[in-house]
């Protein structure tokens, strides 16, 4: 049944061979390239993985599944959803159908940002994440759509839009700031902020820690450093830190 995937015999041989001709058997793995699984990589924030059902998770991936000509109905589509984690990233989800030898698997890529908006009526869905960025690296050529790993859809089918940055407070100063992306659909258009957190790192930072010493023991500097296990990165300012030497 070419229908069907599975494992079939296929026999040689019968009446009227000849003594010296044996009867034999092959096994055949017939693979129907009419069963098929469709299935898109989908967005999904860190707030909603917890709450997503199997019928979501088909959902957001504009999953469909046929046998033949006939298609199959998403009920009757299995998913496994136990990859997908809370933290930004991406996993791995596995579509199925059938069971055994006859069970043909389709995995996609779920990724798990921060941020969302969808507009269901203007078919556009807007995903991105929230960016940490070293003031150095801020200037007018900076590209927050990398940055964010922003990415725009349709709703409808998945099919994916331009995203364009329509506005940004950023500038390249220690501090936290917002970029405003927009992606458009035809004549209708949406937009998507995102939390930017702009960092220096030219602050120096210097790690010690309390210690003891034998008060005949002639403290040097070196040994100092080394007694109380100090770590430092260096800046463009100045830093003090005090730490208590107990004799």
């Known amino acids: 049944n070419t229908d069907c995937i599975d494992s079939y015999i296929i026999e040689y041989g019968g009446t009227g061979f000849a003594v010296n001709e044996t009867e034999s058997k092959q096994e055949v793995v017939v693979n129907a390239t009419g069963n098929t699984i469709t299935a898109k990589d989908f967005y999904v924030t860190k707030d909603e993985v917890s709450s997503l059902t199997p019928s979501d998770v088909k959902d957001l991936a504009h999953v469909t599944a046929s046998n033949g000509s006939t298609t199959i109905d ?16 991406e996993y791995d989800v596995t579509f ?3 069971k055994g030898k006859k069970k043909i698997d389709k995995i996609v890529t779920a990724t798990v940002v921060d941020n969302k ?18 003031k150095s690296l801020v200037t007018d050529t900076t590209d927050y759509v990398a940055l964010g790993n922003a990415v725009g859809q349709k ?17 390249a100063v ?3 700031y917002t ?7 035809g004549t209708e258009s949406t937009t998507l902020t995102v939390a930017v957190h702009v960092t220096d790192s030219t602050t120096p930072t210097i790690n010690a820690h309390d ?11 070196d040994k100092a450093k080394d007694y109380a296990d100090v770590e430092g990165t260096k800046g463009g300012k100045c830093i003090l830190t ?6």
Do not use: H, M, Q, R
């Open 211 to 221: 210690f003891l010493i034998p008060k005949e023991d002639v403290l040097t500097a």
């Open 96 to 98: 199925s159908i059938g």
């Open 174 to 176: 220690a501090g936290d």
């Open 155 to 171: 709703v409808s089918d998945g099919s994916p839009l331009t995203v364009t940055v329509d506005s940004k407070t950023v500038v």
């Open 74 to 89: 998403k009920a009757d589509i299995a998913v496994d959803t136990s990859k997908i984690g809370t933290i930004k990233g």
């Open 242 to 247: 005090l730490c208590f030497v107990t004799l």
């Open 179 to 185: 970029v405003t992306y927009k992606v458009t659909n």
């Open 117 to 134: 908006t969808v507009d269901a009526v203007k078919d556009i869905a807007i995903f991105a994440n929230d960016i940490t960025i070293d």
